[in-house]
């Protein structure tokens, strides 16, 4: 993800896309360069803009579920049994109040 993240920046940044400026911008930041791993993103990335490569993933993240249909059925099936319901609520509520409250005990503040 590193290599992809500093292959855009590059691009975006006007330079050529290559494997010294791509290594530039990762040791900016201290990261370690993989030689090998760079040379197989940058040959993937050989020919192509950032902006059909971004096209083309935004099309297939609109087919990836987001998560909130397991949290209804869960939800819905604990509705379903009366009082259990209530009981999931209340928890969660004492574990929002738990954690709240730990932050209060860490000693310092935020402009101490």
């Known amino acids: 993800m590193k290599y992809l993240a500093a292959c855009m920046l590059v691009q975006l940044g006007g330079k050529n896309l ?15 360069v993989d030689d ?12 192509k803009s950032i902006e059909e490569l971004i096209s083309a993933g935004s099309s297939k993240l609109a087919s990836v579920p987001s998560g909130g249909g397991a949290v209804a059925a ?11 319901g209530a009981a999931v609520e209340k928890k969660e ?14 000693g310092f503040g935020l402009f101490d």
């Open 18 to 32: 290559n494997k010294q400026n791509v290594t530039a911008v990762l040791e900016a930041i201290g990261a370690e």
């Open 36 to 47: 090998k791993l760079l040379g197989t993103v940058l040959g993937k990335l050989e020919g």
């Open 74 to 84: 869960s939800s819905g099936g604990a509705a379903a049994s009366g009082d259990a």
């Open 93 to 106: 509520e004492k574990k929002e109040e738990s954690e709240e409250e730990s932050d209060d005990d860490m």
